[in-house]
């Protein structure tokens, strides 16, 4: 059983990952009003989310790299993985929720943990499962250690807002961590969310891929073949 239950969260994630930025845009554009609402500031946070909403169809974009002759090279980002959304005693809900988006909108598979607002968490966690967001890709650990939750297998990155003291805390203890290493997206700015705003904020929840097809095997120019006989 616990086998299959892995295997079925796996696929889950994974279909999250392809469906690519602009469709699972859908998805969080339907929560984002109602997750608005639970900031303090909803007129401030719809535009902050609809800011970064914006941007899918720039992660959805392949680019073209030269390559040998007779393949295609497309440069393109996906998530980078199994993401934690931290929230310190010192950070704001919009700041919270503000990275929360961003990791979801960039394919990865999130762990929401902010225990000093439980239950903003619950409530957003709440919110985009209604929006069709699956439990398999978004989880709230408000009830576990931060420190213990640093040491999950395969972390790929965590999202941190809080003060710098709070952010540093994070990074030092993800440094005594083994196995690959862990990135951290720390936004400080509780009132301006500068951060959020920078134009490669985004592109810090994903990695680049190339995808590299055999143009001259699917009917390119057949005579490149011969050129080693």
Known sequence: MATEFKKNHGQVCETWRLLGAVNRATYLQEAAPRMALLTGDANKAKRLFNHLLSAAPMLDEEHRM???TGESNDLYVTG????MVVGGESARAMAVLGQLL???LTGNEVILHCPSQDEM???????LYEAGI????LSVAND?????LLYIDRLAQVAVSGNRQEVQAVSQELAKTDGMLTQVISVTDMDGLSEMLTPDY???FVTERVKTINTTAIGGNASLLELGT
Not at 80 to 83: A, H, N, S
Not at 121 to 127: M, N, P, Q, T
């Open 80 to 83: 980078r993985g199994k993401t």
């Open 121 to 127: 968490c619950i409530e957003a966690a709440k919110i």
């Open 134 to 137: 699956s439990d398999d890709v």
């Open 102 to 104: 961003a990791a979801l």
């Open 144 to 148: 576990s250690q931060t420190v213990t």
């Open 66 to 68: 030269t390559g040998a």
């Open 202 to 204: 985004l592109y810090r």
